[in-house]
Structure formats: C-alpha cells, structure tokens
C-alpha cells in the first residue's frame, strides 16, 4: 500500500461520465497525478477502445498493491455494506465524501448541452407525433405505446422514466401511473415524458384541454403556466433556487392556489433524469446558486383532488446571461 | 426514545413485500410485538386502502419519538451517506444486518409462485410471437419493438430489463445491446428477455438458427442445452448451488468448450429480475442449498468470441421432490 489518497469511483454513470465507456461494473481511481479505469476480461476490449483515461485489468491484488492509504469514496452511491467490503478487502483508510462526481456532472460542457438538446429535439417530436394521435376512446396505455414505438424507431434508447399519461381527474395525482382510462369528449391531459439519446435524459410535461375545460381547471392551468414563465423569468448564474420556487408559488398565491402545489419545482437533469440540484424553497439546495452550463426542468404543478391538475415542465440550459428553453415555446 | 430495538426498512421493493402497498418513498418498522408502515401525504389514501399492516404519518418527531434505542438496517440497500443521516436525525445505535428482508424473500409463497407463472406465461406467449414474425432483413432493434408492443398490450408493465436480441457473430457477446444488426439468411438468433406483470419479473432466453447452422455452432447450442439439463436433472432441496454448476461444466467440458462459459448458471428472480441466491461453484453462494420454493434462472452460455454463441435459460420453482419449469419443453 502506497502512501498518499485517491477517490475511488464505482457507479457505472459516474463512469461514463468520467471515461466514455458504458459498462455495469468498473472502478476509476482518481489520484492527484493520474487516473485508471480497471474492468474485467467481459469489458476490456471495449474499454480500450473508447475510455479517455488509461484501462488495465481488475486485478483484486494488483489493485492493493498499488493502492494509496487513504481512499475517498462516494457515500450516496456506496451502500453501508459495501463499504465494509471494501475496508475489509483492501484495508487502508475509507473516507465518505457527499457526491463528488455527481457535483461535477451538475454543470454541463458543450458536448454535453448538445446531446441534451438532441435528445430533448426527438421529445418534442414524439409529443407532436402523440398529439396529433390521440382521439376519444384511446386509453392512456395505448397513448404511452404510441408515444414509445415512435421515439424508439426514432433514436430513443428508451424513456428516460415510465411516462405519466393521465386523462380527467386521473391528473390530480402528480405521480400516476400511465393506466386504462379512455380519453373523453371533454377532458384535461397530462403528458410527461423523457427519452434517453446518447445516453442522456430529456423531460418535459404538458397538458391540455380536449373539448372545452371548465373555469376552474382552465384557471389552474393557466395558473400554472404563469407561475412557470415566472420562474423561468429569473433564471440565470448567480440566482438562488429558493428563489424560483418562491416566484412560482407567488403568482399561485395570488390566484388562491397555493396549497395545490405539492413537489419541488423541478431538479437537475442530464446522464440521469434527475440529477442535482433540487429546486425548492425548502430542502438542502434552497441556497445553491445557478450556474452558466447547469440544465434543469422547470415544472410547477397544481393538483385539485377529485378534478384534475396541470403541470408544465420545460428543460433549460442557464447560460451566460440567462437560459435557453430546449423546446419551441408556442 | 424508548428501550428494545428495531429493523428499519426503506427499500421499495422490499416495503411493497411487506406491506403490498407500491411507493417510492417510506418506512416500514418492525419490533417484536408490531410493525408500521410510515408514508407522506402523497401515499396516505392508497396505504390505508392497500397495506397488510397498519399505516401511519411519515412524521419524523413522532417517529423518532416511539424509536427504540437500537435500530437494523439492512447494509446492502442503505447508502453510507444515508446511514449518516439516519444516525444524524435520529440517533440511536444504527447497526448493520446483510440483506434481512432479501434473503425473506428468496423463499416464495403460493401466492408469488403463481404470479411467476402468470409473468412467464405471459412472456412465453410473446416468444411464440416474435418468432413467428421474424425475417430476413429485419433488425435487431425491430424485433425487440415487435416483442415490447406485444406484451406491453397483453398485460405486463414492461419488460425486466432490456432485451438482448442478438443476431449472428453478435451473440458472441453475453452482455449485447440489442443493436441494428439485420437478419440474415442462416443466422443464429439469441432472445433474453423478461416481462413484468403484477409486479413480478420473468426472464428466458432461447437462441435458435435460421436456415442451416456451422457444424461448430450447432455443437455450441447442442452442448449448451445438454449442459443446462444436467444442472437441471440435480435441483431439488439440499442440493448445494455449486453442484448445479459443477454440473452443467462437466457436460461442457466434455465437449472441450468449457472455456467459452463466462457468467454464472443463473440468479433468483422475483420482484426484481437479479435477486439472489447467485447460481455458481465460485462465489459467497456455492454452499447455499436449494430451498422448496425458491425460484432461479438455470442459464448456461457458451460464447465463441467472432463466431458466436448460445444460451438457453428457463425459471423453474424448487417444489417438494424436484423443481417445476415454468416454461413449455419443446
């Protein structure tokens, strides 16, 4: 065992982030002169050919051999018996350190911006596509089935999430599971969704009124939408997230519809489809300041029991001097 | 904080085995004399409605008022961070257990049983389906759709994992991402694949030719099917897991082809598609025994790296005398 310390990194997305290469089991150790992929004989080859940093062979002695005393690992992604395992295994020193990795994957580079936007492109087609299909009778699964065959002959690897498809008072519920109801002459949708492109994540929601809505779901989204526009309106480096969860919920106060409002504004988004940080007036992130090259979903929500809810979810990029919207806005 | 102790439970999977009620957050306490299950707002209605033990408000002083002194948590599905937390927030003595409430559930009931064959049959059906409408020129990706819109409109939630659909020199690699590869006129076909229904996962492959095969091929599956019907002719209770395997390497063995078999036998499935035991002469479970009513994938491969390879794998029940296989023989 050598002296001096290394991070020690073994989710497979933070990986992938770090090298290139997709794989379900490696380890990257991260040292103050050098970096190393190590998998075994099944990811080799393919390492070789595509890491951005040096690939040798996981060799459970080599490794201890060649290991620094003190060894920073991910507490969030290292389960408690994991960490027994590897004290047990490689002695040393283990040290949890709070989302390294996951830290670094918060703000995006261009390479990364532009997958994104891929990504988010081929999601604004399935919508248009699903929109276009949709018709009295249809129940929310077949809807999801069309959206999904779409996106999937189109480039998608798959969702980024299972999709909430939700017709009627089925959209009161923020986390509904797509189900059977059939679309009626009269009803509010809900349509959330996300593909992954290239390995990356794209998210957005929007609902609608098929036939006429009544007054007090027409207020509601149109509640929703205001209160989106004006979190969105103070997106840009420097601002707090309290501060746009706290611009949505003001224009939901003033419309006495507050208390409809029962999630975060929206997270962090990129290799996963919900990554750091959480916007929120409450929580752990309310005082984190965005950032040039952060990408996050906006999407405030109201949600009326037994009548139905809205949500409008938008992803964007914070730039220089204020944000990029990933979707047309009309 | 009162005296005694505690398993703390947090895992979802887990908590719908405990309780039958789907969430994606809450906690689920169990003392000698009770157990309850705490949720949020969002899950209150549903878990009075579904749960098999009683339900109770996810809040955190009155939890941590009727916390006894010494907690268990289960150290496999507990981050290190969250173990942090947890002591932080709550105190007490936190202490790690291996996997309670997974290895409760490597045992299955009737009820489960049943719920496996329902996934399978399911899954069975879909097989019969998609061979049926493969041919020439069709890719890789188009048969996976075919599969995927078939089972997602006859009753599973989806599929277990990502299909590998795999055709010609592609099925050399076991762990293939099912890709754009076009049917040829005498290729070989590998299909793993699994379906979720009621919650409960299946998983088969099935690798077979199209046209006439190699004569080394042909020697691979035949060897490969030989070898998964040795393992099988041995499950019953009391055998030990490294004799399954023991088993089907001396039929690949024979054959000089034991050198191209590189994963284990095969896994527990249920709520989740990997759950142990973990099928294999190596490894911390060669000396776990087969139980009445465990249920395991027995899955040998033989991979011919630029040639190609098979796998045959079905999901049998471990019954009184012997075991029952979900899936027809033919």
Redesign the interface.
Known sequence: MMKGKALWVENPVDIFYLTGVQL?SGIVLVTKSSSRLFVD??YTEAAKKTSSISVANRDPVMIKKNLPKTLY?D??????????DLSKSYGGKWM?V?SPIANLRMVKDAGEIKAMKKSSKLLWEGFQFLTKKLKRGMTE?EAM?LL??YV??NGAS?FSF?PIIAFGPNTAM??YHTGHAKLKASDIVLVDAGVVVDGYCSDMTRTFFVGTPSTKLALVLQTTIAAQKAALSHCKPGVKLKDLDLAARAVMKKAGLEEYF?HSLGHGIGLEVHEGPRLSSKGVDKHVKLLEGMIVTVEPGLYVPGLGGARWEDTIVITSKGYQNFYPQK
């Open positions: 379900s004989g099944r690992f507490q969030n992604t290292i389960s408690y018996g994991r960490y027994l949890p709070d699964w089935l999904e065959a999937k002959a798959g299972d923020p986390h029962v």
